[in-house]
């Protein structure tokens, strides 16, 4: 099977509804490449360029994309292959209203500076910076409510996960029929928290098979492969309510594969891996729950 | 210069005090070896032993010892060298009251497992875990308010971080003449987070280091240097406020060392390293913000 293209032209949207529109449908197994733009449509291309307030239509998702015969109950899976940078320089910003420190001391919104990138490297104010591209905003059609692509979800959306890289498999619940999967926002580079709202925000090519899993597994949120863990993934008002969800996920996973009490599980989390944080400057904020893979084979 | 030896029978705290009588008295470079007592003073030693409610006493910290010319505005350094466990069971336990799933339902409280230790490794309910032990309490005297061994605060105390091992070394803010440093709560094996409010709980031997540092930088929080990061450390009543913290901190240090503005070092942050949990289950909570080494030479 050759590779499809979906290009942000063909369709992309703003908000995560439980109906949508596909932009294309695709079998099982498909290997894609989706063309994604910056999460700010271009708008800034020097520093002289800033943005005084978070656009209405911000993080356009490439998509949605309907995968046939995904059902709700079944899990999607999205292996990443290779995220390509395909424009010659990201940008960081400030804005306004938004950031872990906004409105603190001597911290200037808005502001923004042009990342240059060459080579698989990136220059911010002459430092140079090792690329190591993330999907920001990943997701598929939710349950009930819409999510703008501003919002993580447990239908995932703007997670701004570091995870969410080459080389690792997204898993996400199937609400609807078809999945409608999209993504987009993604970053040249960024730091687990974003703090200050945003990586080295960047138009690329992503390359990913997508596939259908058939499982038991009552998947309520999205979980993420990498080569060394599987980890789950919450988002919330706070860090910690979304700390004991991702926490309350991997008990469960655990307990499951070594026939352990609720309790027990609880215990083992407390001994192996751990809590990370994905980002803590959107309107619900991210964490996830690590487990090393000697002890968590293969949860689904 | 041979090793010294402080054990927890010459002195041991309950609570880390501005005013405190040093158990002991060495010069800066000395080279000791601490012994401490698992957090619970040795109360679980079976399943059965359970924990009703937090003891008024707990992590016993061996010390203070103070560091012969240590004055405040010096940084207080100590180099983490090996960690031997010196019994052959930790202990995992649940407490009313505590952890981050606390009341959830299937979350039974109080339990208690013991944790058996051979050549390197633990077993929990069979599973084999390698050990990695931590330090869960270290701290100096603080400036003003008094800390029992359960808050961690800007001197140190219950920390529960797991970079506090063996290969990194601590840096904490001297508030009091001889920064009267005191350690124990040490954990065989555990997760970031802690979530079930404990890791493995164990008596240690600590080989360390201890220096003092006259640097022109002010050092208001406890900072760690693992071999490829530099990550601030800063505890508060929410994970997002510690989060703030070592944030801010974070920031002051990249600004001094590539002379950026205090808004360009945000940014920085925000594209390199990140934001990490230490943990989310003592009165105050713990969060850290790691640089890797490239990024931030020698902060101090």
Known sequence: MSRESVTHEQGA????APEMDPTATVEPGTELTIETRDSLDGAVQADSDVIEEIPEEVNAATGPIAVDGASPGDVLEIEIEEIRV???AGRVITIDGFGLLDGQPRIEAPESRMTPIEDGRLSFEGIDVPID???GTIGVAPAEESYTTLVPHDHGGNLDTTDMTAG???YFPVFQEGALFAMGDCKAAMA???MCGTGSEVATEI?????????DVQLERPLVETPEAWKTIASAETIETACELANRDVIELLATEHDL???????LSSLVGGLEISQVVDPLVTARNAIPKAYL???L
């Open 207 to 215: 390359d990913l098979t997508v596939d259908v899993v058939e499982t």
């Open 192 to 194: 687990d928290g974003e």
């Open 133 to 135: 591209p993330v999907i």
């Open 297 to 299: 084979s293969d949860p």
């Open 261 to 267: 009490s609720t309790t027990e599980a609880y215990m």
């Open 86 to 88: 395909v424009e010659p």
């Open 168 to 170: 690792h498999t997204a």
């Open 13 to 16: 949207i703003y908000e995560f």
